[in-house]
Antibody, heavy 119, light 105 residues
Framework: EVQLVESGGGLVQPGRSLRLSCAASGFTLDNYAMHWVRQAPGKGLEWVSGISWDSGRIGYADSVKGRFTISRDNANNSLHLQMNSLRLEDTAVYYC????????????WGQGTLVTVSS | DIQMTQSPSTLSASVGDRVTITCRASQSISSWLAWYQQKPGKAPKLLIYKVSSLESGVPSRFSGSGAGTEFTLTISSLQPDDFGTYYCQQYNSWTFGQGTKVEVK
C-alpha cells in the first residue's frame, strides 16, 4: 500500500526556518516525481515545488522561489522541503504528493503537516 | 503563468442530480488537466487525469471532457459521498483552480 507521511511542521516565528520531511513506503521513491502542495486555512490548494525522479528537474512557485529548497533522498525513500525566511503567509497545511512523472497528475497524497508562522 | 478559473464557486445539489463543474485555463494546456476531490480535513484525491481518464477505483459516474482551454467535470448522479470541494489542476506547471464546493441543497 502506498503511504506518504509528512513530518516537521509546527509553530515558527517569522524569518525563521523549518524543514519538512515526507517518508514514502509501499513503493520505490526513485521511480517517481514528487511535489509539495500547501493549503492555507480555509483556502484552496497551492502548488509549492516539484522534483523529478533524479532531481534533474526542479520547480518552485514564485511565492517561495529563493526561500524554499526541495530535495530528495531516494536511498532512504524520503522527500524534504527546507523553508527559510518564513512569512506569515506561509502558514498552511503542507502535503507531499507523488506523480508518475514530472508532468503528471498527483496520484497519492500524504495527510499533511501544519506549519504556523506567527510571532 | 497559467491561471485556472473554476465555476461555479459553490454548487447546491441533491442526491441524484447531474452536476457539472467548469474549469477554464488562461492559455491552452493541451491534455494536462486533472480533477481532485477533497473532503474537510483530508488530503485531495485524484479523480481524473489527462482530461478524461478515470483514476483506478473512481466510480464511473465521474467523467471529464474538454480541450484547449475549457474543461468540464460531470457527476452523472450525485451520491451522498460526493459532497465536498473539487479542484481542477493543469499539470504542465501545476496551477490549481480555486475550487468548487458541492453542498447539499
Amino acid at each position: 500500500e502506498v503511504q506518504l507521511v509528512e513530518s516537521g511542521g509546527g509553530l515558527v516565528q517569522p524569518g525563521r526556518s523549518l524543514r519538512l520531511s515526507c517518508a514514502a513506503s509501499g513503493f520505490t521513491l526513485d521511480n517517481y516525481a514528487m511535489h509539495w502542495v500547501r493549503q492555507a486555512p480555509g483556502k484552496g490548494l497551492e502548488w509549492v515545488s516539484g522534483i523529478s525522479w533524479d532531481s534533474g528537474r526542479i520547480g518552485y512557485a514564485d511565492s517561495v522561489k529563493g526561500r524554499f529548497t526541495i530535495s530528495r533522498d531516494n536511498a532512504n525513500n524520503s522527500l524534504h522541503l527546507q523553508m527559510n525566511s518564513l512569512r506569515l503567509e506561509d502558514t498552511a497545511v503542507y502535503y507531499c504528493a507523488k506523480a508518475d512523472g514530472y508532468i503528471e497528475a498527483f496520484d497519492y497524497w500524504g495527510q499533511g503537516t501544519l506549519v504556523t508562522v506567527s510571532s | 503563468d497559467i491561471q485556472m478559473t473554476q465555476s461555479p464557486s459553490t454548487l447546491s445539489a441533491s442526491v441524484g442530480d447531474r452536476v457539472t463543474i467548469t474549469c477554464r485555463a488562461s492559455q491552452s494546456i493541451s491534455s494536462w488537466l486533472a480533477w481532485y476531490q477533497q473532503k474537510p480535513g483530508k488530503a485531495p484525491k485524484l479523480l481524473i487525469y489527462k482530461v478524461s481518464s478515470l483514476e483506478s477505483g473512481v466510480p464511473s459516474r465521474f467523467s471529464g471532457s474538454g480541450a484547449g482551454t475549457e474543461f468540464t467535470l460531470t457527476i452523472s448522479s450525485l451520491q451522498p459521498d460526493d459532497f465536498g470541494t473539487y479542484y481542477c489542476q493543469q499539470y504542465n506547471s501545476w496551477t490549481f483552480g480555486q475550487g468548487t464546493k458541492v453542498e447539499v441543497k
